[in-house]
């Protein structure tokens, strides 16, 4: 079935460094998503792209539907960065896949 | 970010009983999808509606639950008869449309059930 493996798992980041999430499709997607749980539990939403890349502040992500991946990268990390990133893509009927979720911790 | 409501944010039962979460979505959304996140963050599509149409529903939910999305009401998910592993965080998402080119959802908070 339609899946989608995100990486890593846990990220530990220190504040003013910078990486890359990546999430891979067994699919074709038509469109993904991205959020970060926050403290409080709530999914907040970082991204929607049905193509190419966005960009807002120090995050950026890409999305390839043809080579079916996504990737989230976060530049100059800060502590509030912290929290569990999660991609979610459509893969067509409705139907919508998770990622895993990533765990990031961003340390002074 | 997003203004969906969900209530209650915390839920207990027993075993047995009737678990009932309800959410509203945003204002001019009509599709909405309910999914339980277990303890190890995955997702599990549950139900989704169109207005107050069901447009799927996974096999457990259409045994298990009662949902409904009246008009002029807040939707709601309703487990009949609650079980151990039931106890998830059930989360509520609306979207502005389907089909097209968007399908962006929008999440509440979520409601965390603990069946004992």
């Known amino acids: 079935g339609d899946q989608v493996e995100q990486s890593p798992s846990a990220l530990s980041l220190h504040e003013g460094t910078g990486s890359a999430l990546r999430c891979n499709f067994t699919t074709t997607m038509r469109a993904v998503q991205w959020f970060r749980k926050n403290s409080r539990g709530s999914l907040i939403n970082l991204f929607y792209l049905a193509s190419g890349t966005k960009e807002n502040g120090r995050l950026k992500s890409a999305f390839d539907s043809k080579e079916r991946y996504s990737t989230l990268h976060i530049r100059d990390a800060q502590l509030e960065d912290s929290g569990t990133y999660f991609c979610?893509?459509?893969?067509?009927?409705?139907?919508?896949?998770f990622g895993s979720g990533t765990r990031l911790l961003v340390s002074p | 970010n997003s203004k969906v409501i969900q209530t209650p944010r915390y839920l207990v039962k027993g075993q047995g009983q009737k678990a009932k979460m309800r959410c509203i979505p945003e204002k001019g959304h009509p599709v909405v999808f309910w999914y339980q996140q277990n303890k190890n963050n995955e997702f599990k599509f549950l139900i989704n509606f169109q207005n107050q149409e069901v447009l799927q529903q996974i096999d457990m939910t259409e045994k298990r639950f009662s949902a409904e999305c009246p008009s002029n009401s807040p939707c709601s998910l309703e487990i009949q008869s609650s079980e151990a592993g039931d106890s998830a965080l059930y989360l509520c998402?609306?979207?502005?449309?389907?089909?097209?080119?968007?399908?962006?959802?929008?999440f509440g908070p979520g409601t965390r059930l603990t069946v004992l």
């Open positions: 998402a609306s979207r502005p449309r389907l089909g097209g080119s968007s399908y962006e959802q929008y």
């Open positions: 979610a893509a459509e893969a067509g009927g409705y139907k919508v896949v």
